[in-house]
C-alpha cells in the first residue's frame, strides 16, 4: 500500500513565524502535491512538483513556497506566516504514467492554526 | 483551467440509491476521479473514468459523458458509513501538468436511518 505521512497532524504557530510542512511518500511515486482544504472552498492546489528539484504554482501560490530536494519528499514553506493561512494541509502523491493507476495518494493532513 | 461544479449537500436514506452530479468546463481533459473523504480524515480514491459510459465497482459506479462535460457517481444501498464528503476531480492534459487534478468542492453526503 501506498503510505503517504506529514510531520504533523496538528500544528500552532504564531503570525510571522517561518513554517515548514514536510511529506514524505515511500512510493516512488514521481508526482507530488500540496493542497490547502478550507470549508466551502474545497481543495485548492498550493503548489505541485513532478520531479526532484522541479516545481509548479499551482492555483493560490501567494505566501507559499515549496522544495524537493528528493523524490520521496516534498515540503511547504510559509516563509511568514500569517492568520489566513489557517487551514488543512493535505499533501499527495501520485506516478506520472498519464494511466488510471495515476490516482493521487494522500496524507492524513496537518491542520494548522496561525495566532 | 477548470471549473467544477457539484452540489454542496445531499441527504438519502439507508438502503437507497443516491447519484451525485458533476459538471466541468475544462481547458483540457485527461480522465475524472471521484474520492470519498470523511470528515477529519484524508480523501481516498474512489473511481476513474477517461472514456464514455459507466464504471461498475461493487455499490459504486460512475458515469462519464464528455460530450456533455457531465460525470455521476452512483451509491447504491446506501450504509450509514457511506456519509461523508464526495470530491470530484479532473485532471488535466499537457507533459508537466500530466498529474494535476482540479478539485469540486465537494458533496456532503448524509445518510439517516
Known amino acids: 500500500d501506498v503510505k503517504v505521512t506529514q510531520s504533523s497532524r496538528y500544528l500552532v504557530k504564531r503570525t510571522g513565524e517561518k513554517v515548514f510542512l514536510e511529506c514524505v511518500q515511500d512510493?516512488?511515486?514521481?508526482?507530488m502535491f500540496w493542497y490547502r482544504q478550507d470549508p466551502g472552498l474545497g481543495l485548492r492546489l498550493i503548489y505541485f512538483?513532478?520531479?526532484?528539484?522541479?516545481?509548479e504554482k499551482g492555483d493560490i501560490p501567494e505566501g507559499y513556497s515549496v522544495s524537493r530536494e528528493k523524490k520521496e519528499r516534498f515540503s511547504l514553506i510559509l516563509e511568514s506566516a500569517s492568520t489566513n493561512q489557517t487551514s488543512m494541509y493535505l499533501c499527495?502523491?501520485?506516478?506520472?504514467?498519464?494511466?488510471?493507476?495515476?490516482?493521487?495518494?494522500f496524507g492524513p493532513g496537518t491542520r494548522l492554526t496561525v495566532l | 483551467g477548470q471549473n467544477i461544479d457539484q452540489p454542496t449537500e445531499m441527504t438519502a436514506t439507508e438502503g437507497a440509491i443516491v447519484q451525485i452530479n458533476c459538471t466541468y468546463q475544462?481547458?483540457?481533459?485527461?480522465?475524472l476521479f471521484w474520492y470519498q473523504q470523511h470528515a477529519g480524515e484524508a480523501p481516498t480514491f474512489l473511481s476513474y473514468?477517461?472514456?464514455?459510459g459507466l464504471e461498475e465497482k461493487g455499490r459504486f459506479s460512475s458515469f462519464l459523458s464528455r460530450s456533455k462535460g457531465y460525470s455521476y457517481l452512483l451509491l447504491k444501498e446506501l450504509q450509514m458509513k457511506d456519509s461523508a464528503s464526495y470530491l470530484c476531480a479532473v485532471r488535466d492534459h499537457g507533459n508537466t501538468n500530466a498529474g494535476k487534478s482540479t478539485f469540486g468542492d465537494g458533496t456532503t453526503l448524509t445518510v439517516k436511518p
Open positions: 475544462t481547458s483540457g481533459f485527461n480522465g
Open positions: 499527495a502523491s501520485s506516478l506520472r504514467s498519464g494511466l488510471a493507476l495515476d490516482t493521487q495518494y
Open positions: 512510493m516512488d511515486h514521481e508526482n
Open positions: 473514468n477517461v472514456l464514455d
Open positions: 512538483s513532478y520531479d526532484v528539484k522541479m516545481k
